[in-house]
């Protein structure tokens, strides 16, 4: 495989938890129980409706990446739960759903865009990393637009790197 997932950050989501905002904004985070079923971009696992609580906070998906922000909407537990750890895998329910595959390269420049079905993920994915430029994709919801996670090139695998 020649990517590898990124979820959201493991501090960022405990510094949401424990200030209820959005880090480096200072954005109010929202608490409510779920009404939709996301998933949690900590464990990648759906929000049961009506029962879980969750977060909803503004979350950068370039930070740290690149210099300009585009922050949008995001949903994590309202209580701890065990971050996505299975980094050579695409959460399944993350495949579960349509998915749009944005192909970045520096300077947040997009060189592709797939939609796909979740099961065909990891084969667009390879495919999208072909094209030389590509570093990183990021995963969003079909239905809704909003930000899954990332796949970063994997440099292990990638001879254009030491």
């Known amino acids: 495989m020649s990517f590898r997932v990124v979820p959201i950050d493991p501090e960022l989501v405990a510094e949401v938890r424990a200030t209820l905002q959005t880090p480096g904004w200072n954005y109010p985070a929202a608490v409510e129980t779920a009404t939709g079923y996301g998933p949690c971009r900590s464990c990648m696992q759906v929000f049961e409706l009506?029962?879980?609580?969750?977060?909803?906070?503004?979350?950068?998906?370039?930070?740290?990446?690149?210099?300009?922000?585009?922050?949008?909407?995001?949903?994590?537990?309202?209580?701890?739960?065990?971050?996505?750890?299975?980094?050579?895998?695409?959460?399944?329910?993350?495949?579960?759903?349509?998915?749009?595959?944005?192909a970045y390269g520096a300077g947040r420049r997009l060189h592709a865009q797939e939609r796909v079905e979740g099961t065909a993920v990891e084969a667009a994915v390879e495919q999208l990393f072909v094209d030389e430029r590509v570093d990183y994709v990021h995963v969003h919801n079909t239905d809704v637009g909003c930000f899954l996670l990332r796949l970063d090139r994997s440099h292990a695998n990638d001879e254009r790197r030491p």
Do not use: K, M, Q
Not at 56 to 74: I, K, N, Q, S, Y
Not at 82 to 101: F, G, I, K
């Open 50 to 102: 009506g029962v879980d609580r969750r977060i909803f906070f503004t979350h950068d998906a370039f930070e740290g990446r690149e210099p300009l922000p585009l922050p949008g909407p995001v949903y994590i537990h309202e209580d701890h739960c065990e971050p996505y750890a299975a980094l050579d895998a695409v959460p399944a329910s993350v495949r579960a759903l349509d998915l749009t595959l944005n």
